[in-house]
């Protein structure tokens, strides 16, 4: 029992006053590249940019919450993901959200997203062709869910038009304009699908199912 005291004390009193000479977090873990990938709207130099503290700070000690603030701010971007690789640098998996129409509410304009949210719009390459939505978002984001919910593909509309009468004017790519009624617009909708998928259907360039139970074809 004795013997087992002596030994703790000793090794209390080596382990409390050894002091190593050569162990340094400092210089070692000290960050050196920041790598940014996954982005395809975003450009990575200013992402870097506005990353640029990263550099020379300690990834062993490195909180991810001031990264974390700075990415929230991008209106692009819908997650993310921080992987510290040692020693010196770190990973930033980018996931954007995709823009699927243009807003033009008045002089304000907005990419809207999939997940329904608004961002600023900035002339983007990748994006000029999108459908242009002449409304605001509110309206259009219960007609999108909508045409989701018929499996409507939203690439097939070159424009839509809300008026004041609460409904829409869907304008096609080939140029075919549907005319939705203000309410139950989905059984039109299902309808034009159908007769689009015949040949014989081509030739009318409007399709006008204000009245009920009445389609109307120019």
Not at 3 to 19: A, P
Not at 70 to 87: A, D, R, T
Not at 101 to 116: C, D, R, V
Request: no cysteine; glycine share 2%.
């Amino acid at each position: 029992m004795k013997k087992r005291l002596i030994i703790g004390i000793l090794l209390l009193v080596i382990l409390t006053t050894y002091k190593p000479q050569n162990f340094s977090l400092g210089s070692k873990f000290k960050i050196k590249e920041v790598i940014i990938e996954n982005n395809f709207i975003l450009q990575e130099q200013e992402l870097k940019k506005n990353l640029i503290f990263l550099y020379d700070s300690n990834l062993f000690f490195l909180k991810t919450n001031k990264i974390e603030n700075i990415l929230v701010k991008k209106g692009f971007i819908e997650s993310f993901e921080i992987k510290k690789i040692y020693p010196n640098k770190i990973k930033i998996k980018i996931f954007e959200k995709k823009p699927v129409a243009i807003i033009q509410n008045k002089k304000n304009k907005f990419y809207f997203t999939t997940s329904g949210d608004l961002i600023k719009y900035q002339n983007l390459e990748n994006y000029n062709n999108l459908p242009m939505v002449f409304g605001n978002k509110e309206n259009f984001t219960l007609l999108y869910d909508n045409l989701k919910q018929i499996n409507f593909s939203i690439d097939k509309i070159k424009r839509f038009y809300y008026f004041e009468t609460k409904r829409w004017d869907l304008l096609t790519i080939d140029n075919q304009t549907i005319k939705l009624p203000s309410k139950n617009y989905l059984l039109s909708l299902k309808n034009f699908i159908n007769l689009n998928s015949k040949k014989d259907f081509d030739k009318y360039k409007i399709f006008d199912y204000r009245i009920d139970d009445q389609l109307i074809l120019k």
